[in-house]
């Protein structure tokens, strides 16, 4: 075997711009220097966020000095395999090479296999092992499938004077006996068929099987939530080291422990969030009064008593239920407030608030209604996350199979699924220094399936309190993520917010907190008569509804179950009341030309005395905030036709009433197939008889009207919390550390039209087309087998132009979006 004293280049971490640098790299990609930062990161982290979270999670300030020893040791261990011979051939002559084992499984191998660093590192025996899982699994890489490939072995520079310099600094940091000295390298091989030191195969083996015999010591809260931790914030230190070190080259120009410090220093103070609540008031009041400063509130403008009741809640867990137009969203401002208070009075000044809706429209209106013109300094706050200290084009790069999913082969999928992960630490670096996130709920969420975004953003998201609205819409696997983050951050400062919430998932709420707080809706907005729902469901009856609210010039919100049924009756209207604002709403337009309609829609629904017709889908429940004159629905789930609802006769308050408005909800067509399909014909049957009901009191209703009946015809099934805490794969996985699933199975998926992209012309150096072309130009297709046939743009499929049609002009701005040829 070979020696190593100086044949050997530097070890490296990185790959970096040899035209500018040959042979002499610069300290960012050097394996020692990197090693150095990561652990420099984790240090920061656990000094400045560390002990918050460790309250967050309900675990003792005594259990900081473990956590800080144990995420330190994470992020030294993460990168030892990297001075493997595949490795650095990846990183300088050979980066398509095909490696016989990842290297942070070498690392594992290296710390509990390899006798002398074993013993070596045997003071930190019972540390050791949540150390060593998050170290392998810190590219989120490593399970019961992880195997070795079929390739020659390679040699790992266990003498290089690079490892022995590692070592040294890990005793130094870690405070242990001064390190082996080894001789020479080890050779690591697939089997015993070769020649080796260490078979790879069997090795991996043995630590599986190490691994399952000691999850029963992670069996405890404290235990298993103190590992998510460490394991997550050595993710996030992973990042910060890579890309701030890039940014600066050479370690004279950089600090870790500066950078995490200055980042975590920025918060959201009370009298920024009372500007918000000011600004938003004096935007949406009527008066004369010019505004004298930024905190008071328009002359008249009174509180309503339920958002003070929400704001002065003081429980960890807030459910605020309330029917739309209750005020939600500024009680949620004013329970912020709140918390910001109290966190300054406990000393902490880097308050952050992450707001979270289910929709990237809801989330857009959002922010735009309240944090855009809210007088909050603009680099505090973020809806797109874009904004960064760090340079994108600078980060640094290992190679590209080491960021690419597992199903990436080609080099142009590689390198966009490698543009993508570095686009999302940037992203999520960003908001380590953003006290103000308005964003959707999978920005949180996503922590639970180990979603990489959500990962890197964590130290953010322990330093402040989480608005969760509109609830009602999380599908059944975000709600158990949702369940689980609760149950596992039981001192975090979380506030729910929903106009429903079926019976069943309140109890699974009070299951897993039971000590979480109800503030119902103010009761003169919940007992406001606002509906009149019509017993006839005839064509010449709707019809005659429509001409009449037309005629008067009112707005009409028609609601169909699916695409094609909405584009069939924008047609008929836009044929039938042609000097009338016709407009169809639904997902399947570009992303670009969705944000157009919709603010048109807004606009149309606003202009007072003119008539407008609004035709959408689902989207219409959530993403619009508008009040019509005439609802038309098809029959769907309770909880969304009491959305659909929501959006009818929104603007009747009990200071200035309206009449009640009609509401005509249609049977399901009965010459089609599955007619019920997106939903289930269960749902269907419930809310039959849940109309019915409502029908029967023979009157105006009102929203008490609607939930009360509700609460009679939800599902009484009682949640599965164990099958939710399952699929929250960061705490449940242990030692196995992959993505999961936030949301649950679409019927649709997101697609590039092949005549866009042949005519886009914004790309990067690679050729491919810029994320945020892609994301203006995504358009989501009904699912088909046929589609996953299609060749890929980053993410997204390429949908062929015999296969699919999109009709949108770009002039007039009309159409009817993306469909499938028949």
């Known amino acids: 075997m070979m020696t190593s004293k100086t044949r050997y280049k530097p070890l490296l971490a990185k790959s970096y711009d040899r035209s500018k640098y040959g042979d002499s790299p610069p300290d960012y990609a050097l394996l020692r220097q990197h090693s150095r930062d990561v652990a420099e990161a984790c240090d920061a982290l656990a000094n400045a966020i560390g002990r918050i979270a460790l309250l967050n999670a309900g675990i003792d300030e005594d259990a900081f000095s473990e956590f800080r020893l144990k995420l330190k040791a994470n992020g030294w261990i993460q990168d030892l395999g990297k001075a493997n011979s595949h490795f650095q051939a990846m990183v300088t002559i050979k980066p398509e090479i095909k490696q016989l084992i990842r290297h942070e499984t070498i690392s594992g191998i290296l710390a509990l296999l390899e006798p002398r660093l074993?013993?070596?590192?045997?003071?930190?025996?019972?540390?050791?092992?949540?150390?060593v899982w998050g170290a392998m699994g810190h590219h989120r890489k490593f399970d019961q499938r992880t195997t070795p490939e079929q390739v020659p072995a390679s040699t790992v520079y266990l003498a290089h004077s690079d490892f022995a310099d590692i070592l040294s600094d890990i005793s130094r940091d870690l405070k242990i006996e001064p390190p082996p000295v080894f001789e020479r390298d080890l050779i690591i091989a697939r089997d015993r068929k070769e020649a080796c030191d260490i078979a790879a195969l069997e090795s991996v083996h043995d630590l599986q099987d190490m691994f399952e015999d000691a999850e029963a010591e992670f069996a405890g809260e404290k235990e298993y939530r103190m590992l998510a931790l460490i394991k997550a914030f050595g993710i996030a230190a992973d990042v910060a080291a890579s890309a701030v070190a890039a940014r600066y080259q050479w370690a004279r120009n950089y600090s870790l422990a500066a950078f995490v410090e200055e980042s975590f220093k920025i918060g959201l103070k009370?009298?920024?969030?009372?500007?918000?609540?000011?600004?938003w008031a004096w935007e949406r009041f009527p008066t004369e009064c010019l505004k004298e400063d930024d905190v008071s509130l328009p002359p008249g403008f009174i509180t309503r008593e339920f958002q003070?009741?929400?704001?002065?809640?003081?429980?960890?867990?807030?459910?605020?239920?309330?029917?739309?137009g209750s005020g939600k969203s500024l009680a949620a401002y004013m329970w912020a407030r709140e918390w910001c208070e109290k966190f300054e009075a406990e000393g902490r000044t880097n308050f952050r608030l992450f707001f979270c809706l289910p929709t990237t429209g809801t989330t857009t209106e959002h922010f735009k209604d309240y944090a855009l013109e809210s007088g909050i300094s603009a680099n505090l706050m973020s809806l797109t996350h874009s904004r960064s200290s760090v340079d994108l084009r600078t980060i640094a790069e290992t190679a590209l199979q080491e960021e690419a999913d597992d199903t990436a082969s080609d080099t142009a999928k590689l390198a966009q699924a490698a543009l993508n992960a570095e686009r999302d630490k940037i992203e999520s670096l960003a908001l380590w220094s953003t006290p103000l996130v308005v964003t959707t709920s999978d920005t949180v969420l996503g922590l639970m399936s180990n979603a990489r975004r959500a990962i890197y953003s964590i130290p953010a998201i322990m330093s402040g309190a989480v608005v969760f609205d509109e609830i009602?819409?999380?599908?059944?696997?975000?709600?158990?993520?949702?369940?689980v983050f609760l149950k596992n951050f039981p001192r975090l400062p979380v506030?729910?917010?929903?106009?429903?919430?079926?019976?069943?998932?309140?109890?699974?709420?009070?299951r897993v907190r039971p000590d979480f707080k109800i503030i119902s809706g103010p009761p003169e907005f919940e007992l406001l008569?606002?509906?009149?729902?019509?017993?006839?469901?005839t064509e010449e009856y709707m019809w005659q509804a429509v001409d009449e609210c037309v005629n008067n010039g009112g707005k009409v919100l028609w609601v169909r179950n699916r695409v094609e049924w909405a584009c069939e009756t924008y047609e008929a209207c836009r044929k039938r009341y042609s000097n009338v604002?016709?407009?169809?709403?639904?997902?399947?337009?570009?992303?670009?030309?969705?944000?157009?309609?919709?603010?048109?829609?807004?606009?149309?629904?606003?202009?007072?005395?003119?008539?407008?017709?609004?035709?959408a889908t689902q989207v219409a429940e959530m993403s619009l905030d508008l009040s019509a004159d005439l609802l038309i629905t098809d029959i769907a789930p309770i909880p969304s036709l009491i959305q659909r609802m929501g959006r009818l006769n929104r603007r009747s308050t009990p200071d200035d009433k309206l009449d009640p408005k009609p509401a005509i909800v249609l049977p399901l067509p009965q010459d089609v197939r599955n007619a019920a399909l997106p939903y289930g014909d269960n749902e269907i049957e419930a809310a039959t008889r849940w109309l019915r009901s409502l029908i029967e009191i023979g009157g105006p209703l009102s929203q008490r009207h609607l939930s009360e009946a509700f609460a009679k015809f939800s599902d009484e099934k009682e949640y599965d919390i164990a099958k939710a805490e399952e699929r929250a794969v960061f705490f449940s996985g242990l030692w196995r550390t992959r993505p999961g699933q936030t949301r649950g199975e679409g019927h649709t998926i997101s697609v590039i039209l092949e005549s866009d992209l042949d005519d886009c012309d914004e790309r990067d150096s690679r050729g491919e087309p810029k994320r945020g072309w892609l994301r203006n130009h995504e358009v989501a297709i009904q699912f088909k087998e046929a589609a996953m046939q299609w060749d890929r743009v980053g993410a997204l499929?390429?949908?062929?132009?015999?296969?699919?049609?999109?009709?949108y002009d770009e002039k007039t701005k009309e159409g009817t979006g993306a469909k499938w040829r028949r």
């Not at 429980?315 to 239920?321: K, M, V, Y």
């Not at 009602?472 to 369940?483: I, K, P, S, T």
């Not at 506030?495 to 009070?510: G, N, Y």
Request: proline share 4%.
């Open 308 to 324: 003070h009741d929400v704001a002065d809640s003081g429980s960890l867990l807030t459910l605020a239920q309330a029917g739309c």
């Open 472 to 483: 009602h819409a999380f599908d059944d696997q975000m709600f158990g993520h949702l369940l």
């Open 495 to 510: 506030l729910l917010m929903t106009a429903s919430l079926p019976e069943a998932r309140r109890r699974a709420i009070e």
């Open 797 to 807: 499929r390429v949908a062929p132009e015999d296969s699919v049609c999109y009709d």
């Open 270 to 279: 009370p009298d920024d969030l009372t500007r918000l609540i000011s600004n």
């Open 581 to 615: 604002a016709v407009n169809v709403y639904h997902s399947r337009f570009r992303y670009k030309d969705r944000s157009i309609r919709h603010r048109r829609v807004i606009d149309d629904f606003k202009r007072k005395d003119s008539a407008a017709i609004l035709v």
């Open 118 to 131: 074993h013993k070596w590192l045997s003071p930190l025996s019972e540390k050791l092992l949540p150390s």
């Open 529 to 537: 008569e606002r509906y009149l729902i019509c017993d006839s469901t």
